[in-house]
């Protein structure tokens, strides 16, 4: 059983910023790739950023150089730190981990965590 538990989501004025933790939690062998998605009202669920176990990493056009995605693999953990922030950032985001638990490794999700940008 495999748990990822999303935090640090909330309201937030244009401009400013908010960090997203999400750490993974249970019979966990190791961890691969870890990414952040978010899905806004009415639209469909898209990737923000990715990063491996190696700590390469991948973002979507509209979030580089704002975005910063990180992982404390001791922690099982991913970050994402947003700056700048824009009313079109709006979403639940949801952390993403492929994680090795037994043989095959599997694609787990977590609970979502809502960001709001407005004044």
């Known amino acids: 059983q495999v748990q990822l538990v999303e935090s640090g989501g909330g309201l937030v004025q244009p401009g400013g910023s908010l960090r997203l933790s999400c750490a993974a939690s249970?019979?966990?062998?190791?961890?691969?790739?870890m990414g952040w998605y978010r899905q806004a009202p009415g639209k469909q669920r898209e990737l923000v950023a990715t990063i491996t176990s190696g700590g390469s990493t991948n973002y979507a056009d509209s979030v580089k150089g704002r975005f910063t995605i990180s992982r404390d693999n001791g922690k099982n953990t991913v970050f994402l730190q947003m700056n700048s922030l824009k009313p079109e950032d709006t979403a639940v985001y949801y952390c993403?981990?492929?994680?090795?638990?037994?043989?095959?490794?599997?694609?787990?999700w977590g609970q979502g965590t809502q960001v709001t940008v407005s004044s």
């Open positions: 993403n981990a492929y994680i090795m638990v037994t043989i095959l490794p599997a694609n787990y």
């Open positions: 249970g019979s966990i062998v190791s961890i691969y790739g």
